[in-house]
């Protein structure tokens, strides 16, 4: 019973839910046996809310068995990226300087989550502060990607890829800000989305880069993360970024993707500058090709575009980035909360700041500030970070002309397969790579996502696709019609390469 409420998708076991072939009760204690089975060789989760998410599923029971009117997810149980808040559990954003820290409030999105009947099953990992493409750069320790524990997850949210990937969650939270949700989704073999920026609220997302962070879902197929969009979208006054729009059941624009014809004409265009250029592995652009061929087949008018600003997205967004970073995290300075050390001999409060940034920072963090504070700094802010806003400016122009001429932009979403743990950690510029084909569309504030396309060395391949500002919808609908025509496997060859997790599984 363990094992088949496991391997369901959301939607599936929603409705099992719903039918009352099971209930929340059942299904969240067979996701907490799961991770009780294989987190140890995963890590995924930084925390575990058993009771609570027991008392979650047992309300979410009760209310079904009342009579009242619930949502579509009811029951079905969720993970979210520990950079999120949550009232009464502890949210470390994987940094020591936030070691036991319990918020006295829930995000935004996690009220949605409640309000919907989603029992939270726990915090997962994350690169520090969402700074990193591997999820090494946590403070207690790498997540393995299910595929093969030698591996990276992705990231910075592969703790949400992994626990998904890893059937110890059926959807799960992450945020993206140059393509933490969409980077590890293609290396583990799921979906993950970046909606339009303000979109989705940011309030209660512990801030990396306030300008480009997105919250969005992560899931097994291209249905279930429409259907927690649905969920986790909409307008929050608290948010000053967030749209005021209304916004259709992405949902029904997946389901929408199952019917014939679905993508008949759309017009896909790939970035030039993008799929032609360096860094990507041969049999990364064979699947991605091989992937567009299958679009034709349906009918859909794919095409080759220039745009010329990409090439130059992410050094733009490696100034820009760092900057927003040195900005939002010098309120961690030990005199509000958080970690405070307290040096020998005699301290004032300068002396006990930097004794507990030095310790609580990692080294990727550390980097980060010192290179968006020299970015800033006086002389250097019109060379540098003013130089960085106007490559953004054209990005965005490149984007507006792109769309004039498609409806969607298609590309790899990672250059590579996952690489094995420790491979680049001597190389930063090699791993900010990892981000080629992601970065612009956090810098235009577009919607992207991306979907399994294949397999490359018994390794996962993912596809990205963009729209426009406003258009996540038109994304749903394209990915679950490829979904559909690659017969995409939810995963029977997940744990290839695992023998720790095909061992829990026996």
Known sequence: MTDRLTALTAAELAEAIRTGETTSVAATEAHLARIDAVDGAVNAFLAVDADGALAQAAEADRRRAAGDELSPLAGVPVAVKDNIVTEGLETTAASRILAGWVPPYDAHVVE???????PILGKTNLDEFAMGSSTEHSAFGPTRNPWDLERIPGGSGGGSAAAV?????????GTDTGGSIRQPAAVTGTVGVKPTYGGVSRYGSLAMG???????PAARTVLDAALLHDVIGGHDRRDQTSIDHAWPSFADAARAGLGDGAVKGLRIGVPRQIAEGEGFEPAVIADFRAALDRLRDLGAEVTWIDTETFEYAVAAY???MPAEVSSNLARYDSVRYGLRVVPEGAANVERVMSATRAAGFGDEAKRRILLGTYALSSGYYDAYYGKAQQVRTLVQRDFADAFAQVDVLAAPTSPTVAWTLGERGDDPTKMYAADLTT???NLAGVPAI???SGLADGLPVGIQFMAPAREDARLYTVGAALEAALDADRGAALLAGAPELQEATR
Not at 112 to 118: F, I, S, T
Not at 210 to 216: A, T, V
């Open 450 to 452: 991306s979907l399994p």
């Open 165 to 173: 990937a890893a059937f110890e969650a059926p959807l799960a939270l």
């Open 210 to 216: 306030s300008s480009l962070d997105q919250i969005g």
């Open 112 to 118: 949605r989550l409640r309000a919907a009947g989603l």
């Open 318 to 320: 490696y100034l820009l």
């Open 439 to 441: 970065i612009p569309a």
